[in-house]
């Protein structure tokens, strides 16, 4: 339906949509919109574990830096994704892009597996970052703005950590078809690619019930449709939860606007919410450097400082996997009751400690593979916790009608500094144990320097609703202005 021109609108749909009890409806929406995470893991995952079989010479014979600059080709996808989708998400509704993004992952995943040489598999690489990439900021959008603001932090958190349940799933994927005794090497890698796209065509089919965002309608001067979506909504929840709803509390004012332009997003983010913008900048940046340093060059290092053998590389990438997991769905819960800041202070800080006494204990060679094993997986409890509440934090703290763009931006800023990451550390593996010490030391530092960011500039965003954390763009009056202390 055309906006709903002329005079301000007062409606209730954002209190609407807070106050819904948890039904089998959200479970729907964090199940169709969080896989997002789980293919980007399950891709990471393999792309990551076929490293060491990729230089062999039935494969596609890449050196070691080949393989980390395939990686980097992927993030640099997942940049120009993340820019160019996010502005047609803003525009054009959530709904429309994510499954556009989706689309698009599926096809370059599956051209990925026809890949000849190193230029091929980059370009198919790239485009297959793009997808994700877009993925990323139509996603975190809606599901913010589905999902009640007493029950947004835990559940973003445990949607990001199946990233993890991805990535142990690609482990898994790549211990059969990577075992030269079922597949020859020339096929197993390949096949490897056209698992992970026939999970995509599954989630593709579910997406199609999820809904367009009502609070991106409302705020773009659609508010009978909002209006609608949200009277269904209700019907449902009323209906699994066998009781009636509580009436909304409050109301909000809406008048339509121009569509939001890259002007506006930057006089937001650099004039309206300076803070905010420095924060976001330094959490995405410090845990972005540090992931995509260690996850991409994770087998590498494995195969040539502990002997493990290309075929079994996956199951070591299980228990690092499963403290990932485990951080987000375990901590999730008191990011909501004693505070983002106190949280994200605390588990970027002892990621790092941990990371620096890991990387001096490779170093002077104390550690044996399972000892090394145990300690990434306990780092990593911490800093997945840190690491996902770090995009909750950018996708929450910014105006309605400009979050896909902004979640872009710390997207973008983030694995633009990330991006030579993988490359970077894989030349550090190819040369000494010395050398992989001081690259994990300087990602160390980083995570500290993330704790002290928080400590300085985080934000008490636990419960609030999205619109008294940042009042949408579209609104004339709002009953609360929101806590420029938080």
């Known amino acids: ?62 050196s070691q830096s080949d393989v980390g600059l395939t990686a980097s080709a992927y993030l640099a996808g997942s940049v120009v994704g993340a820019l160019v989708f996010s502005y047609l998400t803003d525009r054009q509704g959530r709904k429309k892009w994510f499954m556009i993004t989706l689309a698009l992952y599926l096809t370059a995943t599956v051209l990925t597996a026809l890949s000849w040489d190193l230029m091929s598999f980059m370009f198919f690489r790239f485009l297959t970052g793009a997808g994700i990439g877009g993925e990323y900021a139509a996603i975190n ?3 913010d703005e589905l999902i009640p603001a007493r029950r947004r932090g835990h559940t973003d958190l445990a949607i990001n950590g199946t990233w ?14 990577l075992n030269p005794a079922v597949f020859p090497e020339s096929i197993g890698w390949r096949l490897c690619f056209v698992f992970g796209a026939v999970l995509g065509v599954a989630i593709i089919i579910v997406r199609r019930v999820i809904p367009e965002s ?9 508010v009978r449709d909002a209006e609608a979506i949200v009277s269904k909504i209700e019907r449902q929840v009323s209906q699994d939860c066998g009781t009636a709803l509580a009436e909304p509390d409050g109301t909000i004012t809406v008048h339509p606007r121009p569509h939001a332009t890259i002007a506006m997003v930057a006089r937001e983010l650099f004039q309206s919410y300076p803070r905010r913008t420095a924060l976001g900048i330094g959490l995405m940046v410090t845990q972005s450097f540090m992931y995509n340093a260690i996850s991409f060059t994770y087998p590498l290092l494995l195969t040539k400082y502990y002997a493990v053998s290309t075929s079994h590389v996956g199951l070591y990438i299980l228990p690092f996997a499963l403290g990932n997991f485990l951080g987000p769905l375990l901590l999730g819960r008191f990011f909501d009751t004693i505070g983002r800041k106190p949280m994200i202070s605390l588990t970027y800080g002892i990621a790092g400690i941990l990371l620096m006494l890991t990387g001096y204990l490779f170093w002077v060679g104390s550690l044996t593979l399972s000892t090394q094993l145990l300690l990434w997986s306990v780092m990593f409890f911490f800093a997945s916790a840190g690491a996902s509440a770090a995009y909750l934090t950018v996708s929450e703290v910014f105006p309605m009608e400009i979050r896909a763009m902004a979640i872009a931006f710390f997207f973008v800023v983030a694995q633009g500094a ?12 190819e040369s000494s144990a010395t050398s992989v010490f001081y690259g994990y030391l300087g990602a160390a530092v980083l995570m500290l320097l993330g704790t002290v960011i928080e400590l300085w500039l985080g934000i008490n965003a636990e419960g609030q609703p999205l619109e008294q954390l940042a009042a949408p763009l579209s609104i004339r009056s709002f009953p609360e202005d929101p806590d420029q202390s938080i």
């Open 1 to 62: 339906m055309p906006a709903d021109l002329g005079l301000p609108i007062t409606t209730t749909i954002p209190q609407r949509m807070d106050r819904l009890p948890w039904s089998r409806w959200h479970w729907l929406v964090v199940g169709a919109l969080g896989v997002t995470w789980l293919l980007d893991g399950l891709e990471v995952s393999i792309v990551a574990a076929l490293g060491p079989v990729l230089t062999h010479p039935d494969a596609l014979h890449f």
């Open 214 to 222: 009502p609070r991106w309608l409302m705020t773009h001067g659609r």
């Open 418 to 429: 990330g991006v030579a990451a993988p490359w970077l550390y894989g030349m550090l593996i």
């Open 164 to 177: 993890w349940v991805g990535s142990a799933a690609g482990a898994l994927l790549t211990l059969l078809l």
């Open 141 to 143: 959008s809606a599901i």
